[in-house]
């Protein structure tokens, strides 16, 4: 099989370059081309030797994903369902489980005035299992390469009305930390100057929470941004939301976010999905304002977005203003994140969620009529 292309770096790309006989600048080119001038296919690469056009193709594979939707919300929010032919299982999983259609991801494109900030995955499912998301249901099906997380990104720069990205979240589907070596090679290829060009302040890594992985993400060479998805305060409550938390105590948590803002310099944001009367209230609020302050944390206040067949309900919008002014009130610096695309699905995994769920609809009732 050849080589993705997402999956190289500049030396990567020499390398091959060499073992295959093509001339020393052709890495070069490949890479304007593409991160550039948004271009994959060869034969409009005009400045290649017409041997070189025809050649590559059976070295390099660039596309790697398949589109299986494309949705535009009315605030210019864009999400993409794609569909993986090759996802490479994690340590213990049963990939095949799913069966061949079935390894989708969804990575988003959020619009504002100053910015465009994708929303990629890093896994194919999650093993985190959240209860109230989408995503975690199916459990994990496997990890993504450094390849095909960034070919989210890029992919998501050539949708219409984006001129390029200027933020990457990962906040998609997946515990990045959980794929820890290639999301931190995907982020060099998305940080460098030749790739996409995305300062290291402007990644940002969203995170249940694994200390050890938090600890070595502290020595990786870019100081990204770290968000911690707390979304509870207490950790009997987020063990209840959060299946993974079993594995680390808050307090663990935030001495290991503690620990890389030291080593770092670079201010933790606490990620807080409210949950209508679950996690929204006084008591929930003014523990939080306690917990930001011990690390001097940003949080950002997210309103959940219902998802079809769960339990768990959007916060009355007098709750959560509440629950942000109970944190200012203690010195913390709380944002009410604003919900983006909220008529196409945005929510992580739910698209795929609701794909999936049409199409045991459809087998259902084609079994019926069989029947
Ligand atoms: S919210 Fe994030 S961490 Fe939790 S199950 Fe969904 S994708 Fe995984």
Known sequence: MSTHFFDLDRDGLAQLASEHGFRSFLPKQLLRWVYEQGITDPERMTDLSKRDRERLPDVLDFERSVELTHQLATDGTQKLLMGWPDVEPG????????????RETECVMIPTEKRRTACISSQVGC??????????????????????????????????????????????????????????????????????????????????????????????????TLALSLHAPFDELRRDIIPWAE??????????????????????????????????????????????????????????????GLPFERPVSADVHRFQAILKDKGVNAHIRASRGRDIAAACGQLRHEQRQARVDDECGANGQED
Not at 143 to 160: F, H, K, P, S, Y
Not at 216 to 223: G, I, M, N, T
Not at 260 to 266: E, H, L, M, N, P
Request: proline letters at 3%; aromatic letters at 6%.
């Open 247 to 308: 594995h680390a105590t808050i307090r663990e948590l935030l001495d290991a976010c503690n620990d890389y803002f030291q080593a770092t310099g670079r201010e933790i944001t606490l990620e807080y999905i409210l949950l209508g009367k679950l996690n929204d209230q006084v008591e929930h609020a003014q523990e939080l304002a306690r917990l930001a302050r011990t690390l001097r944390a940003n949080v950002n206040l997210i309103r959940y977005n219902e998802v079809a």
């Open 91 to 102: 340590p213990g999983l049963n990939i095949l489980q799913s069966g061949g259609d079935d």
């Open 127 to 224: 093993p985190v299992g959240c209860r109230f998301c989408a995503s975690g249901l199916g459990g994990l099906e496997g990890n993504l390469t450094a390849g095909q997380i960034v070919e989210q990104a890029w992919r998501l720069g050539r949708l219409d009305q984006v001129d390029r990205i200027t933020n990457i979240v990962f906040m998609g589907m997946g515990e990045p930390l959980a794929n820890y070596a290639n999301v931190t090679r995907a982020i060099r290829i998305l940080n460098a100057e030749w790739g996409l060009g995305i300062g290291a302040r402007r990644i940002t890594v969203s995170t249940v929470g694994m200390p050890v992985a938090i600890r070595k993400l502290a020595e990786f060479e870019l100081p990204v």
